[in-house]
Structures are given as C-alpha cells and as structure tokens.
C-alpha cells in the first residue's frame, strides 16, 4: 500500500529530527537507524508519482525445509550449513502470481503487512520498477551473499529424458515448480554475480554487521535516479551514499513483464561459518516486534504508468574462475588415502567395503554438474537453456556423488557409514606450496536424495582439524619379505604425509555415536549424524542418500573455482 503524505514539510522535519537523534550510527544503534532510515525512504519516495509498497525478509534454515518440500516436492537442494535470507513482497495490480511461492509464504507463516499477503517471488516491468533493501549485513562469517534468481519460466523447449533412467537429469530439466497447469518450469538460476563479503559497499571496513542498500531493478536510468534520491534521504542519519549497491536485473536475459508468461524472480541470501555462532543464531531469528525490520525492510518502488525503459540493464558476463594451476598433484595422495580408510574400516572397526564409486558423471549436453545461472538461463528467454539450475551460487562449485547411498533404519543396530576422501580446497598449496588455495571454505553436505534437503555438513572448521592424519598409519605395508613392494608403498605414504592436511575423510552414519563408540575423538575422526537434530524428522527410513561437495569462493576472486582446477572427492559405504 503506498504512502501519500499531504505536506511536503513531514519529510522535512522528520529528517532533521533523525539528524539530531543519529548523526553517526554506532553499531548498538545501527539496526534501529537502517529502520528509520528504511521508513523515510519510503515516505519520500511515495510522495512522488511512485507508489511504495513493503514486504518481509527472513531467515530460511534446514527446519524449515518441510514447508517448501510440502509445496513443490523439494527443498533444492539447500546448503545445510548455510541459512537462506528470503525477500517476500505483496503483488502489484495486475501482477500474476505463481501459486506455488505464495503459498510457501503461508507455509512459514509469513506475516502480512499492511493487509496484504506476500509471496515469496514476483514479477518485474522493464521500466521504473524496483526491489530496495534497507538493513545491515549478517556479523562476521567466513562467507554471505546476496544474489537474485529466476524462479520460474513458460514453458518452453524442453528435452525430456527417460526419467526412469535418468530420475536426476529429469528432475533438472522438468521440475513443475507444483504447477498443475504444467505451463511454467523451474530454473531457479542464478542473475549475475550477485554481491558478496568482499565485493558489498557497508558502512564497516570488513562488511560484517554493516549498513547497507541494495537497488535490484531492470532499469538503469531508474536505478541511478533512485540511488541520487536515497543519497539525500540518508545523508541526515549518518549514512554514507557508499554504502549503496546494484544487483541489476540483466533485461537481456530475461523476459520482463506483469502477465503470466512473464518470468519470476526471488532473491537469496547466504551466511555460512559464523565467527560467533551465538551472535549470528541471534541475528537470523526472526525479530516479531519489528516484522524483522531490525535485519533488512524490504520495499518496492514503482511507478504504476510506466513499464518500459530507454536505458535497460544488460547482462555481464561473470569473473573467470580459472586460477592457472590445478589439484591433480593430489590425486595420487587422495588414492593412497583412500586405502588407508578401507584397513581402518576394514580391520580395526571390522565392516565390509560395500560400495565405492566417484562423482557424478557429464549427461550429454549438460555440464557437471549444471548448476551455472547463465547456463541455466540461456542467452535469450526464446532459446533453450532453462532448465532447473536448483538455487545455483557463481561463487561455489557442486559436485554429487553418483550413487545414493540408502541408510538403515534409525533402529537398526548395525554399522552402516558413508565415508568421502576428498581435497580441502581451501588448504590446497599446489606443486610448489605457494599457492593459497582454491576456496575459502570447503564442506561435503549429506541429502535426502528425494527431496533434495541437506541433512547435515561436514565444513573446512573441521577438517582445519587434520582429519587425514589417522588414516595415514592404516595404508597397507607390505612385509620386509617384499622390499621392492615395501619401499614403494612407504615412499606413498611419505609423499602423503607432506600433503595430509590437504585432504580431508569426513563419515556420515544414522548415529555417530553407535558407530564409533569412543574412538571418534581419540582418533580425530570427522562423523556427522544423520539423525541429529532437526534432521531427524526429515529423514526417513531407508531413505536413500546423496552427497554433494562445494568449494566456495576463490580466495583471490569473487567467484567460485573453475571444475577443470579441482580434483573430485570418492565415496564409500561400509556396512557391518
């Protein structure tokens, strides 16, 4: 509902009465300065010709999860380790609306504001038309994020694989998004690059705990007309013009409009690996007493006669994600390793190697894994390119394991664990040892492969740990009967001790604590349980269970890793 103020002097004085009560935010008051500051930038903007409505953010977490999966069948495959900021805003007359993303709205209870009801996507006119965030970065973490993403698309060009042999690559390419109609399809894919801990303007010198705007609109020229205008509201708060950044809507790539063949867009923010786990948990609860305005106001600003622009945003294309040198001087480390984990298994915890395989392999004509927006995407809404790109991130990379891995019961008494070998891409040094490795953080995330939700992860905090090194003394030796074969193997073995701590092995069971008894932490071994909460009411019996790794960020760039630089973990399944 927009605001339409009589007396131009209100804005005046509400300025200068804000002046005298902050004139330089101090990180105690900050949140409540961006609240005020949020509300005079609406009243001012709907003073014009705009009208201004408002909508809801809040903080998505593996609990949450059911309510997605109730409504579109999946959870898209969700970072466990990693809780999702999520933008809800009312329709614009006329707007058509995907059923579905209102409805998840509902499903988690999403309030309304001023007597509308929000829905988690929508729709965006070429011209004059925008998203504003007003609020403050998370504390600091090793990584977040804000990026937008299409959500749904017509229909339009699809392959369709024989599901029954190939049940992933169906689900990428054919997802409905519970569309009965069966007129619009999942994408899901990332726009651009997005904004990040390193490439973000806020009011701290570490971006962490900052003040903070965001512009999110197809229209350039609108956009820089909005940033002069916000400039002059805050400047009586304290605030900095600096602290105002793009995330453009690529008006080349997208097919824009109200109507219903138009696509849908919905925006994610990410935050994984708190310095301060207590702060950060603070932070992503939902604040009831403000409608969570404390974190972020979310507004959209439109002007209701005008849906086109002379001066569109364009897309750009995103940073090179290759480094120039590669992790394949780690393979032969990895395959020694990974023999050590098999004795271990094998003979000190007495369980039988049932399956060992590698990642994922390349579908034809699809990328491993395809999960890159502008793949995604496609160069044009007209050509073929949309298919599913389930909540891709251009500052990560995904690589699944290739088999699911089915648990038993949570009552089952007997061993059954799934174990990855894999390279710490954030400690990798490459050939020389001068490198700084390919991510700053690394994690391999458990998944109910049906729904696609993450269970559980296992992240570079722990294996910072050396979660190699006990595997290192069960490498086989042969006997001293064996010289030749005997020199050869400890030669292995030295030349895997000098790299062990970049790799990593990181066990899954149902209960760790059943699996292991006290030999997890005499021996440093990494397990994470399936069954611990919440997940426990998200798995169910005999699921079957996938795996995916990610390296995030480069530690050099503002992008993910280039697949061709990284070498893939192995999985394994033991059972008693």
Not at 139 to 165: C, G, M, Q, W
Request: aromatic share 8%; glycine share 6%.
């Amino acid at each position: 509902m927009s605001l339409q103020p009589k007396h131009t002097w209100f804005y005046l004085s509400l300025l200068l009465a804000n002046a005298l009560v902050f004139p330089i935010p101090a990180s105690a008051a900050l949140p409540q300065t961006m609240q005020q500051a949020a509300q005079a930038i609406r009243q001012s903007l709907s003073s014009t010709q705009l009208t201004v409505d408002q909508g809801i953010y809040r903080y998505f977490s593996v609990a949450d999860c059911e309510a997605v999966v109730a409504v579109i069948g999946n959870c898209l495959g969700n970072n466990p380790s990693s809780p999702y900021g999520m933008a809800f805003m009312p329709t614009r007359p006329g707007e058509a609306i995907t059923p579905t993303m209102s409805l998840i709205s509902e499903k988690l209870s999403v309030p309304s504001v001023d007597g509308h009801k929000l829905s988690a996507s929508w729709r965006m006119t070429a011209g004059r038309d925008a998203i504003i965030l007003v609020g403050v970065t998370p504390p600091k973490h090793k990584y977040f994020s804000y990026i937008n993403y299409v959500n749904t698309r017509e229909n339009l060009n699809l392959v369709n694989p024989d599901s029954a042999s190939l049940p992933l690559l169906n689900m990428i390419l054919n997802n409905s998004n519970g569309d009965p109609s069966g007129t619009r399809r999942m994408v899901a894919a990332s726009i651009g690059n997005g904004l990040s801990m390193k490439s973000i303007k806020t009011s701290t010198p570490n971006n962490a705990s900052g003040a903070v705007i965001i512009i999110m609109t197809p229209d350039r020229a609108y956009e820089e007309e909005l940033r002069s205008k916000i400039a002059g509201i805050i400047a009586p708060f304290g605030l900095s013009p600096n602290i105002i950044n793009s995330l453009p809507y690529p008006a080349d790539r997208l097919t824009l409009g109200l109507d219903g063949k138009a696509d849908d867009f919905l925006f994610l923010a990410r935050a994984a690996l708190p310095e301060n786990e207590g702060e950060a948990n603070q932070f992503y609860q939902f604040d009831t007493s403000s409608n969570n305005t404390t974190r972020m106001t979310v507004l959209r600003a439109y002007d209701p006669d005008r849906k086109t622009t002379n001066l569109p945003n364009l897309y750009t294309a995103l940073p090179e994600r290759k480094q120039g040198w590669n992790e394949d001087y780690l393979k032969e480390a990895q395959k020694t390793l990974t023999e050590g984990v098999i004795s271990y298994f094998s003979n000190s915890q007495r369980l039988s190697l049932v399956r060992k395989t590698n990642p994922l392999g390349i579908y034809p004509g699809v990328p491993m894994l395809p999960f890159q927006g502008p793949l995604c995407i496609g160069s044009s809404p007209r050509l073929f390119g949309s298919y599913n790109c389930l909540g891709d991130n251009p500052h990560t990379t995904y690589v699944a394991s290739s088999s699911n891995f089915v648990m038993d019961g949570p009552n089952d008494s007997s061993k059954n664990i799934v174990v990855s070998v894999g390279i710490h891409h954030t400690a990798a040094k490459g050939v020389k040892g001068d490198k700084n490795g390919k991510s700053i953080y690394t994690s391999m995330s458990a998944y109910n492969k049906n729904q696609l939700k993450g269970l559980v992860s296992a992240t570079s905090v722990d294996f910072a740990n050396g979660t190699a090194r006990h595997f290192v003394d069960w490498v086989p030796v042969p006997p001293v009967t064996q010289p030749i074969l005997r020199k050869l193997a400890l030669d292995r073995i030295a030349r895997l001790r000098a790299v062990q701590d970049q790799l990593y092995v990181a066990t899954f069971a149902r209960d760790c604590s059943k699996q292991f008894e006290n030999s997890l932490q005499v021996n440093n071994i990494v397990c994470k349980s399936l069954d611990s909460t919440p997940t426990k009411e998200i798995l169910g019996l005999n699921a079957p269970v996938n795996f995916f790794e990610r390296a995030y960020m480069r530690p050099d760039g503002n992008i993910g890793p280039d697949y061709s630089e990284i070498a893939v973990p192995l999985f394994m399944q033991f059972k008693q």
